[in-house]
């Protein structure tokens, strides 16, 4: 049996005996559904360049930009005493909040959407309307976890709660796993090393596979001040100074500059002895040992990649 389920004005035909979990794109039709402006949703851990992939769309001036929308919803639940300083009195609350915002903004303009994985994963997973609206395409930008997890340590000053959580991969994983079977869109991936050793190819490609004008203007952006608090251009939800002690140097750059390259022994496998404490850096391999699974998942999924990665050329 076939039923119709309204998404956002479009009907969905749906067999009520199948389940989200097991449905795919092609199984889905939608109908008089918008699709004048696109929503571009991109999902990352922590310290993957993600800002400076922000800095880039921002800098077209044909979007409106989201940083870290759902990050004060998943605190208030997860880190409610730990960060209530850190974000605006009118913060979202749920991600019905976000889902609203981004919506509306979506009637008057493209969208990109700059999100963690550790935060949204859960109210994405469990909203099969918004996974599966052909108005949004969804991006993975996926970071070498030797590097994330390092850059992760030194902006935290030393270890958190569920390190390994945060860096994120697992999560960004799970996403991309499900998202792509019941999007009609598909996916794709970008690694990070893509995005500041080839610049113009990445670019290049991932505009073409969103059927938007090429610009050279992502190359070359204002340096934002000391004052930038992000609120109208980036819609961010942290205050001030949260926003610039995790984008500072996102927001006092004026184009895509290279990352910090961490250390590796003579066989390539890191050594993490830029963590002085003995304890720390135990801490720190074993979760980049944990996400190294699914860092080399996404290596696998090549169907997938917005651009082979050096080794498949």
């Not at 290279?258 to 066989?267: C, Q, R, T």
Request: proline residues 4%; contains cysteine; hydrophobic residues 30%.
């Amino acid at each position: 049996m076939i039923k119709n389920i309204d998404i956002h004005g479009s009907q969905l035909q749906l067999d009520s005996l199948t389940s989200y979990k097991t449905l795919e794109a092609k199984d889905i039709s939608f109908v008089g559904s918008e699709k004048e402006h696109k929503i571009v949703y991109m999902n990352s851990g922590p310290r993957a360049l993600s800002t400076v992939f922000l800095r880039m769309m921002e800098s077209r001036g044909d979007f409106i930009v989201y940083n870290e929308p759902t990050i004060p919803v998943y605190d208030r639940v997860h880190y409610r005493e730990l960060t209530k300083e850190w974000f605006r009195e009118d913060s979202y609350v749920t991600f019905d909040d976000v889902k609203k915002t981004i919506y509306d903004s979506a009637k008057k303009s493209h969208v990109f959407i700059k999100d963690m994985s550790f935060s949204s994963h859960d109210y994405i997973l469990e909203d099969f309307s918004f996974m599966s609206d052909p108005r949004i395409h969804f991006i993975f930008l996926v970071r070498n976890p030797h590097h994330t997890s390092i850059s992760f340590y030194r902006k935290n000053g030393g270890i958190v709660p569920k390190t390994s959580d945060l860096i994120g991969l697992q999560k960004l994983y799970e996403e991309y796993e499900t998202i792509r079977k019941i999007n009609s869109n598909g996916v794709k991936i970008i690694f990070s090393e893509q995005v500041y050793e080839e610049p113009k190819r990445t670019m290049y490609a991932y505009c073409d596979y969103l059927k938007i004008p090429f610009t050279e203007k992502t190359f070359k952006w204002r340096k934002h001040n000391e004052h930038f608090n992000g609120h109208n251009q980036w819609n961010e939800q942290k205050i001030g100074t949260h926003i610039h002690h995790w984008h500072g140097r996102a927001i006092e750059s004026e184009k895509i500059g290279k990352p910090s390259i961490y250390e590796v022994d003579e066989v390539g496998n890191p050594t993490f002895m830029e963590i002085s404490d003995d304890d720390h850096r135990s801490v720190m391999k074993e979760a980049y040992e944990e996400n190294l699974i699914y860092y080399n998942k996404f290596i696998q999924v090549k169907e997938d990649h917005l651009l082979p990665l050096n080794e498949e050329k």
